[in-house]
């Protein structure tokens, strides 16, 4: 069975950082792009950035370059979303999710989410 | 960038309607056009891929249409679980989502 599991939820102060996790098990996790969704509280779904874990190219949207860095490590099959100094406006819900196979492939699974509050 | 609108933004339906929610890209896409179901709490779920291919294990009420920058989700008969926000994503060109539409029971 294909799962994302996600590390815990986290509270941080505003210029701390953080890097949180994306376990995946059940299938190759080297074959399949990781990326990374932001929801900020009652809003809607922000895409973050993408990677590939065989080869680590990632791919940010302009929105995020710059802000985040993700990076993954394919022998622990896990993929990673790090910032260097948190913002009280980074508070969000953040979910990795697969992108499926093929072309055209949608994200076909997701982790159960993390939810990173930065507040002082 | 690609932009990505859905319209309605809300929309009120009881058990048992078909409804129908459009999405429209900035720029042609083609085909490459995702939507989700996000219930409160939870992760959101694939449930069309490639703008008209129906994912693996989701009922077949739910269908897509539509290429170029014109596309629509239809739910042909609206169930109690069906009630949640839906969101479009482009996939032709990095990823973008829709700004979502809430569906809620009449």
């Known amino acids: 069975e294909v799962q994302l599991v996600q590390s815990g939820g986290e509270v941080k102060k505003p210029g701390e950082s953080l890097k949180i996790s994306c376990k995946g098990s059940?299938?190759?996790?080297?074959?399949?792009?990781i990326g990374w969704v932001r929801q900020m509280p009652g809003k809607g779904l922000e895409w973050m950035g993408i990677?590939?874990?065989?080869?680590?190219?990632?791919r940010y949207s302009p929105s995020f370059q710059g802000q985040v860095i993700i990076s993954a490590d394919k022998s622990m099959s896990t993929a990673y979303l790090q910032w260097s100094s948190l913002k009280a406006s980074d508070t969000a819900m953040y979910y990795c999710?697969?992108?499926?196979?093929?072309?055209?492939?949608?994200?076909?699974?997701w982790g159960q989410g993390a939810l990173v509050t930065v507040s002082s | 960038d690609i932009q990505m609108t859905q319209s309605p933004s809300s929309l009120s339906a009881s058990v048992g309607d078909r409804v129908t929610i459009t999405c429209r890209a900035s720029?042609?896409?083609?085909?490459?056009l995702n939507w989700y179901q996000q219930k409160p709490g939870k992760a959101p779920n694939l449930l069309i891929y490639a703008a008209s291919s129906l994912q693996s294990g989701v009922p077949s009420r739910f269908s897509g249409s539509g290429s170029g920058t014109d596309f629509t989700l239809t739910i042909s008969s609206l169930q109690p679980e069906d009630f949640a926000t839906f969101y479009c994503q482009q996939s032709y060109s990095g990823y973008t989502f829709g700004q979502g539409t809430k569906l809620e029971i009449k």
């Open positions: 059940g299938y190759n996790f080297s074959n399949y792009w």
């Open positions: 720029h042609s896409i083609t085909t490459y």
């Open positions: 999710a697969r992108r499926g196979p093929g072309d055209h492939g949608g994200s076909d699974y």
């Open positions: 990677i590939h874990p065989g080869g680590s190219q990632t």
